[in-house]
């Protein structure tokens, strides 16, 4: 069962696609660039790992509503925390996302509004872009 309606859901994707909090321009050569795999997605980001947690993770996008509101909300929800809870995150997130339920949703928060990408297989590398290279980059 969803924790969102249907009119929740769009509300909170338009809201971070159209003011996304954690998107900053890159002036950082250090910066990591990913491509979608799915469509014509671009996204940017940096971040730092202080004292084994995720800080100053911000990103610059160009794509669709789900990959720059998927990464927004992504981002609200680990910045400050320690790796291994980011990783624990992203292995939940990555299950809802292909089997359509999750048994800690609320470990999650918005990102559950994604609940329903199961149905749209094309939507898993929007909605997944920043965790699968963030998954990438702290496995290292």
Known sequence: MSLFSQTQKREIIMQHYLSP?????MDDEHKIKKY????????EFNF????GTIQNLYFDAKG?????????LFIKL?????????????EKYEFLLK????????????????????????????????SSA???ELNG
Do not use: W
């Open 21 to 25: 909090e954690f998107k900053r321009k």
């Open 36 to 43: 979608g795999q799915a469509c014509a997605d671009y996204l």
């Open 48 to 51: 730092d790992v202080v004292e």
């Open 64 to 72: 669709c509503a789900f990959m720059v509101a998927s990464t927004d």
């Open 78 to 90: 680990v910045q400050g925390k320690k790796i291994e809870n980011v990783l624990q995150i992203i």
């Open 99 to 130: 089997n359509g339920h999750c048994d800690d949703l609320e470990i999650l928060g918005e990102l559950a509004i994604f609940d329903n990408v199961i149905q749209h297989p094309n939507r898993y590398y929007c909605a997944t872009m920043l």
């Open 134 to 136: 963030l998954k990438e």
